[in-house]
């Protein structure tokens, strides 16, 4: 690993170029200069490998070509798969990213919206769990997941249709006796419309369900009980199970299989997400797979482009079925 | 979600707390001013929730409480949790990160770390795969897993004892005949040691080994040929397999249990990495477990404390193997 000199300066670069330091300054802005300057600047740029300094750009400019993240963590696949694609959609754009994992507490989510817009972002995407969150005018802000009343855009999944598409395929499979499956924040937010889903597809086609929905921090056994409930002469009385993410899905196979109960010969499971073994390999179990690229694309598209009359206030994504092997196909 | 008021200024303080713009900067910078002075400046600054703009602290004091963090990507589960535990170490220290991810690309790396250097962070946590990698001398770098020779530290696991502990399980299972497996960078880096530490044991117990490795690019498939190539009377040549991650490990299982061999009962498989389903579930399998927060921890001290004369060049951390399921033990 060799040193580099130290970063070259725009003095540098009108030396270079055998021009003022106010010709560097407008090409660099795009203001026009005669045509030879220009040329002149550009190549000076190109052979120092001259970067604008943007902290000293950012406050001449207000802009920092630098937006704030917010996410609960990154070790949950799919905030790392979401945070992945967001950070490629700035990349494409020449955007930087500054992150902030929250740890799901609205205290700190508050926090860093503050310091956020004090380091003068272009703009914040959050997936808050702070209903209260308060923001400046003067930042854009995408929420993902969570509707905050219309003037902040949020982005989603379509996850009343994913909960629907879950119910039919589960249906086409033979599935007569649904359960619907749920641990979570009980804050509003759109994930919570699989459930709207799951219930709206059961109704139209008098499908009978049952729902099982815990508050974050229940233990998982409170499944494992209820599964234990639904047991009768050695059978479940349900044959379809839509749970609100993979994780809860994969948690239920294993407590079914250590009951005895084959997945996917006895019961079938869907679940919602769409993550992979090591983020690469097969999915972890058949699911609702979320759009991950084309929200992050929204989100960035919104807050780079965005013209705050005319931003949507909830864009629902197409959600699609994917076969992951607790499901007959 | 309410509107907050724009940001207050050092302005603002000042005429909070009656005292001159001077005096406001003078408490900020930790410069002595006068008891009663320094209090009313420190309410004002609480009662306004007034932050100071880092953008315009960074022009001034070369410190932008800002350190980049690089790695390939986010969806691979331990890049994953690596940058989340950077991320808390660096929070806890009052840190912001400006993360990149690099997609292994050389080119974009480099880019990356002058692209950093401009915009003064106050250090470079990496996992680099540019052998050539260069960083200016007024920028803090540490490397995690690739050595560059001594004046950038590295931070690594201890991948060689890793290897060791791997062979040391396997035979305390009643393995007498052993395979390792990688598939990976031909660049050197601190993984490779645990094919080292892998031979070393197996010399020092004088067990019979064969290596199996094959470049980044090979379809995974060359394993399951390779397999099969060892598979005499329906019996695998190898009773024991230490794959290089946890990832190649998954693999190698169910390659086997396609043939009909039983994983654990004929073969023992222990991965390397200790990454767990869906992030806080379960392992994926035997491995050997990285200490993913103290690698995080020592990164982040050295950056932010490090005196570049006395700097370790390496520092390995210890390992732990963890039963996973697919060993006896």
Same mark, same amino acid.
């Given at each position: 690993?060799?040193?580099?000199?130290?970063?070259?300066?725009?003095?540098?670069?009108?030396? #270079?170029?055998?021009?003022?330091?106010? $010709?560097?300054?407008?090409?660099?802005?795009?203001?026009?200069?005669?045509?030879?300057?220009?040329?002149?600047?550009?190549?000076?740029?190109?052979? &120092?490998?001259?970067?604008?300094?943007?902290?000293?750009?950012?406050?001449?400019?207000?802009?920092?070509?630098?937006?704030?993240?917010?996410?609960?963590?990154?070790?949950?696949?799919?905030?790392?798969?979401?945070?992945?694609?967001?950070?490629?959609?700035?990349?494409?754009?020449?955007?930087?990213?500054?992150?902030?994992?929250?740890?799901?507490?609205?205290?700190?989510?508050?926090?860093? !919206?503050?310091?956020? #817009?004090?380091?003068? !972002?272009?703009?914040?995407?959050?997936?808050?769990?702070?209903?209260?969150?308060?923001?400046? #005018?003067?930042?854009?802000?995408?929420?993902?997941?969570?509707?905050?009343?219309?003037?902040?855009?949020?982005?989603?999944?379509?996850?009343?249709?994913?909960?629907?598409?879950?119910?039919?395929?589960?249906?086409?499979?033979?599935?007569?006796?649904?359960?619907?499956?749920?641990?979570?924040?009980?804050?509003?937010?759109?994930?919570?419309?699989?459930?709207?889903?799951?219930?709206?597809?059961?109704?139209?086609?008098?499908?009978?369900?049952?729902?099982?929905?815990?508050?974050?921090?229940?233990?998982?056994?409170?499944?494992? #009980?209820?599964?234990?409930?639904?047991?009768?002469?050695?059978?479940?009385?349900?044959?379809?199970?839509? %749970?609100?993410?993979?994780? &809860?899905?994969?948690?239920?196979?294993?407590?079914?299989?250590?009951?005895?109960?084959?997945?996917?010969?006895?019961?079938?499971?869907?679940?919602?997400?769409?993550?992979?073994?090591?983020?690469?390999?097969?999915?972890? %179990?058949?699911?609702?797979?979320?759009?991950?690229?084309?929200?992050?694309? $929204?989100? !960035?598209?919104?807050?780079?482009?965005?013209?705050?009359?005319?931003?949507?206030?909830?864009?629902?994504?197409?959600?699609?079925?994917?076969?992951?092997?607790?499901?007959?196909?």
């Amino acid at each position: 690993m060799a040193d580099t000199n130290s970063p070259p300066t725009m003095k540098d670069v009108a030396r #270079e170029a055998g021009v003022a330091l106010g $010709t560097v300054s407008k090409v660099i802005n795009g203001i026009p200069v005669g045509e030879s300057y220009r040329v002149r600047v550009e190549e000076a740029v190109a052979k &120092l490998n001259y970067r604008v300094n943007s902290y000293a750009k950012g406050l001449k400019t207000n802009k920092t070509s630098t937006v704030a993240v917010m996410v609960p963590n990154l070790v949950s696949p799919f905030f790392a798969m979401l945070v992945n694609s967001i950070y490629r959609e700035l990349s494409n754009r020449k955007h930087r990213m500054l992150l902030f994992a929250t740890d799901f507490d609205p205290t700190q989510e508050q926090e860093y !919206v503050i310091l956020a #817009e004090q380091q003068k !972002v272009d703009g914040i995407i959050c997936l808050s769990y702070n209903p209260e969150l308060k923001v400046a #005018e003067s930042v854009p802000v995408v929420s993902i997941d969570r509707y905050f009343g219309g003037q902040i855009p949020c982005v989603s999944s379509d996850n009343f249709g994913g909960g629907r598409i879950a119910v039919e395929k589960l249906y086409e499979n033979g599935c007569r006796n649904l359960a619907f499956m749920r641990i979570g924040s009980k804050l509003t937010n759109e994930p919570n419309k699989r459930k709207e889903g799951f219930i709206s597809a059961c109704e139209m086609r008098n499908i009978p369900y049952t729902l099982k929905i815990v508050d974050d921090g229940t233990p998982y056994s409170a499944f494992e #009980e209820f599964l234990q409930e639904h047991v009768n002469d050695g059978r479940l009385d349900f044959d379809g199970i839509f %749970c609100v993410t993979d994780s &809860l899905a994969c948690r239920i196979a294993g407590y079914l299989r250590g009951m005895g109960i084959r997945v996917p010969e006895d019961v079938q499971i869907i679940g919602f997400d769409g993550v992979r073994r090591f983020g690469d390999q097969e999915y972890f %179990c058949s699911t609702i797979v979320q759009p991950v690229d084309e929200m992050a694309r $929204t989100c !960035v598209e919104v807050i780079l482009e965005r013209d705050m009359g005319r931003s949507p206030s909830l864009v629902c994504l197409p959600v699609e079925y994917a076969y992951g092997g607790t499901t007959r196909s």
